[in-house]
């Protein structure tokens, strides 16, 4: 059973990318479809529902797999929650194309936030049409706001073309800088404690 770090964090990481979509110029909250924990099967493997989910509203079917999906771990630990991911990017055909995890730690409190899609796995690729899920920015957050990326990620960045289908006329991608990182951080640490 899901507890309060589980939900408090997941549904609020939720409701600010929804608002941050709305904002979009040509786009409201009507523009993605909430999918949430909608359960999900593939022939041969394990089924999964994400804690949060979403798709662009164009989707329909009961079977609309989310373009956009969090995990949230409190007893899981990071490498589930990686695999977890691995299973959404790889099982969707391409569907999902991103995946947030937030890996919520209370004793000291910290919440690290890794985001994954499809990319090379590496600059050198002699293959670039090879992609694999990768793990592409990370964001680690102390109980005092100190934000540390062992990627170096400056922001979390979430690509138009990873929401949407349609990317004509794309007017912008969803970012947070790492103030608003910390932000949401702090603000978490707070309710929570």
């Known amino acids: 059973m899901a507890g309060p770090e589980h939900e408090r964090v997941g549904g609020t990481l939720y409701l600010w990318i929804i608002d941050k979509i709305a904002s979009l110029p040509g786009h409201t909250w009507r523009s993605i479809e909430p999918i949430c924990s909608t359960r999900f099967s593939v022939p041969g493997a394990r089924s999964k529902e994400g804690d949060e989910a979403f798709g662009p509203s164009t989707r329909v079917g ?71 899920s990768r793990r592409v920015q990370n964001f680690r957050v102390d109980a005092a706001g100190n934000i540390d990326s062992d990627l170096f990620s400056t922001k979390l960045h979430i690509p138009y073309s990873c929401i949407f289908d349609e990317v004509d006329g794309n007017p912008g991608d969803i970012e947070f800088s790492l103030e ?9 640490f707070h309710k929570l404690a």
């Open 62 to 132: 009961r079977d609309a797999w989310p373009s956009v999906v969090m995990e949230v771990g409190y007893s899981e630990t990071e490498s589930q929650l990686e695999m977890d991911a691995y299973w959404w990017l790889t099982k969707s055909v391409g569907k999902t194309r991103f995946v947030i995890t937030v890996k919520v730690n209370r004793n000291p409190f910290e919440l690290k936030i890794d985001c994954y899609m499809m990319a090379p796995p590496d600059y050198f690729l002699r293959n670039p049409a090879t992609l694999i």
């Open 180 to 188: 608003e990182i910390r932000e949401f951080a702090l603000d978490r």
